[in-house]
Each structure stands twice: as C-alpha cells, then as structure tokens.
C-alpha cells in the first residue's frame, strides 16, 4: 500500500469493499468499508474523528476532521504513518460521541458523536436525566429524608445521595475527603432520620480485629466465656481513617462487609440489618497510613470524593453552626425520624423488582469488561462491580419514581462504582494519567443502547 503523503487533491481508494482516505490531521491512511461513508471515525494515530468521505466512482468528499466533541479541527497535516489499520463502523450513527481506546489491537472502533459534556460524571448530576416518573412511595421517601438532613448537613449532594443509593441497595461506601467537612455529622444525623442506630470507630495503628469484632470474655460468675459484642454491632458504621489501621485489621471487616455477620470462635454472629459501612479515608497525610487491599476496595460499592463546600454552602454552615448549640441537643430537637429500618428493608427488596432490560445488562457489562483491556489499565473490575453497576441502577430508578432502569442511570455512578476497582500501569502514573478522566473516555467509547 502507497506511504506517499496525501496532497491537497488526494482522494480515497476504494479496493473490494473497502475504502481508503487519507486523515486529516496526521495523514495516515485509513481502510474502512465503503458503507460507512458519511460517519464518524476516529484516527487511531493521532485520536482525530472525522468524518468518512462519500465515495462516488473515484472522487470523494475531503474528509472533514473534528477534535473529540465533534466540533471542526484545524491542525495541520504530517507525513502519513503506517496503512494497515482499519477503522469499523458504528452501529448507531445517530447515538452520542465516544471517545474510543487507544488501539490495542488493528481493529479500533469508530465512535459515533455526542454533544460536549464534562470528563467524569457524578451522583450530582442524577435525578436529573428526564426520566421523571410517578410519584412513588419510594420517591415520596427519598425527598423526605434528602429534606430532612438539609435541616442540619449542608450541601455535599453527591455524599448523601451516593450514601442513600448504597444503603438502599445494600452496599457501602468509602469516602475520599479532607478533615473537617462534617463526615460524621452526616452519618449521625442520616442515622437519626433513618432511625439506626450509629457507632464509629477511630482507626489507629494499633487497632486489632477483636477490638472492632468483639471477644469472648470470662465471666467470674457463670465460670464460662461469654461474647462481648464489639462496636461494629450497629447500623451505620463510621470507620473513621481507615487506611491508618494494617491489613490484618481491615481483615475483620471483610465478612462484615459482605455477608453481614462475625464469627468468633466458630460461632456466627449475625448483625442487624441494614448494615451500611461508610469508610473515610484522608487524601493528603501519607505517613503513617496503609494502602487498603484491593479485597477491600472491592467491597464497597461506591468510592465517592468529598470536596470543599460551594461559596454559599459554606456561608450557610457558618450561620448554622457557630451558636455553640450542643449536637446532640439539635439532633433529638431538629429532625425527625422519618422511617424505620424494617422499612428500609423492604424497599431495599422492592428496589431489585426494578425491571433492568437485556440490552442495558449487556451495556453494563461491556463497560466493565472493557476496564480489563483498557490499556492504561493494570487491573480492570471485577464482576462486583457490574453487580454494583445493576443495583445502583435499579435504586436511583426507584428514587425518580420509576420501575424500569435507563442508561442514564447507570452513567451517573459508573464512575463512583469503577475508580477503586481499577489500577492504573506504572507507565500512566509516570505520564500522570488520572483514573475519572480515563473512565470517562472508556464511557464514551461505549455506545449507549436504546432502551
């Protein structure tokens, strides 16, 4: 195949069924088949999406070239690289624009284009897709409780709603945040509306599992040991800096986190439902902290980043806040307990009827198997997150009232669901690749089902 670089005049080749054109932006030549003339493909060379010409007899449209949001490119033209790539169709023309992998093999995909948008997206952008459904007893609930905690925690939308839509599907959550932005305020007062009980526990070095389990004690009167049950028998659970305990300690919650009991001495010890972890974790102090393991990762649901307030918020908690008003005396005086947890329960059960199509299972599915072949991926998702990925789905259908799952709502916490699940090659860190912005791209380079 011809390596001469393109002229101004050159025009594609077609060979069969396949034809050929020149990219605009680097001039390496592209092979594609001849009915994907006037859809969009993307460059494996240089990541430019362009559009394929149209081919009539042996003229062609000049290929127009696009940057990654489909809007028109200007760079210049380079020498042409290698010919032996083909770029495949998109099955949808009409769908949104993905950005597609670095070619991994000699087979990359063409994307098709979407509007412009951020590069991660958030739970802050949920309950707002469109999707608006009926007025349920579930979404009755939710406002209920999103409005009550407003009484006392302000702002930080994405922590409450990531927290709700976790205990509501039975997962748990770890939290990435600075000191000083109100983490156990929040469970305390989530744990008052909800009706649960609350307890915490302060990770240090020298925790040990019997101190977050429990132990059997002597007791002098009966002459028998005795289970003492530890701090984790509760509802909500706030492990307060977790990463500054070892390993051998974060291995006490690994039973506790996914089959919801302690077994001590060959005995198990069942915990009250709902159980919902939320692990706090500081992004800035290294010394004296622990990578958590990816077993533990793995367990929680969502990995959700808790940034500073907005300018406003802030304002509002100063005036909140700075009356020197005992905590305690507010919880009991301000809020209300708006359900209970046998309550909790049964929606949690109602919310896996919520009916999730075939083709968003499979939508769900390639995202995840595409993180293990992701090149700047070392290690991709495991099939918990798929799982978290479907029950997340189906509880913030729930909270929009209805009873079937869109891909919208699996867009809006893939990439809380995915960041902890996946790490990044030596050679990303090194070239300071970021994990949200990668998920992002690997969204997009999914194309999104019609449901």
Request: contains cysteine.
């Amino acid at each position: 195949m011809s390596t001469t670089p393109p002229g101004p005049e050159s025009q594609p080749t077609a060979v069969s069924d396949m034809t050929e054109f020149a990219c605009s932006a680097c001039g390496r030549m592209l092979k594609v088949p001849l009915q994907a003339a006037g859809r969009q493909a993307k460059c494996p060379q240089c990541a430019t999406v362009q559009i394929v010409p149209a081919t009539v007899g042996n003229s062609a449209t000049a290929p127009q070239s696009m940057d990654s949001y489909g809007a028109a490119a200007t760079s210049a033209k380079a020498p042409p690289m290698m010919t032996n790539t083909f770029v495949q169709p998109p099955a949808n023309p009409a769908a949104a624009q993905r950005t597609a992998p670095p070619a991994a093999s000699p087979f990359p995909v063409a994307v098709p284009v979407r509007p412009a948008q951020s590069a991660a997206f958030s739970l802050r952008e949920s309950l707002t897709s469109g999707h608006e459904g009926q007025d349920t007893p579930t979404k009755q609930l939710f406002d209920k409780v999103t409005e009550e905690i407003a009484k006392i925690y302000v702002g930080q939308d994405e922590l409450v709603l990531g927290a709700l839509v976790a205990l509501f599907s039975s997962g748990h959550v770890l939290i990435e945040s600075v000191p000083g932005l109100g983490k156990t305020l929040f469970v305390r007062t989530l744990g008052k509306v909800l009706g649960c009980k609350f307890g915490r526990i302060q990770f240090t070095a020298d925790l040990m599992p019997s101190d977050i389990t429990g132990a059997p004690i002597f007791d002098m009167k009966n002459q028998d040991f005795r289970f003492r049950p530890g701090p984790v028998f509760t509802q909500f659970l706030l492990a307060d800096e977790i990463n500054r305990s070892p390993a051998k300690t974060h291995a006490a919650l690994l039973e506790i986190m996914q089959e919801y009991r302690v077994t001590i001495d060959g005995q198990a010890h069942t915990l009250e439902r709902p159980f919902l972890v939320l692990a706090t974790q500081n992004p800035i102090e290294s010394e004296g902290t622990y990578n958590l393991p990816e077993a533990q990762l793995d367990r929680f649901m969502f990995k959700l980043l808790a940034d500073y307030p907005r300018e406003q918020e802030e304002a509002d908690i100063l005036r909140l806040h700075s009356q020197q008003i005992d905590i305690n005396q507010r919880l009991e005086d301000e809020l209300q307990t708006i359900t209970s947890p046998a309550e909790i329960m049964r929606i949690t059960q109602a919310n896996g009827q919520v009916r999730v199509d075939n083709k968003l299972v499979d939508y769900i599915n390639k995202m995840v198997r595409l993180t293990r072949q992701w090149p700047q991926f070392h290690m991709g998702a495991s099939p918990r997150a798929g799982l978290a990925l479907m029950q997340g789905a189906r509880t913030l259908a729930a909270f929009n009232g209805r009873d079937y799952a869109v891909p919208d709502d699996v867009v809006q916490i893939v990439i809380p669901a995915l960041r902890h699940r996946v790490i990044l090659t030596a050679e990303a860190e090194v070239e300071g690749h970021q994990v949200d912005s990668l998920l992002a791209d690997l969204v997009r380079s999914v194309e999104v089902p019609r449901i």
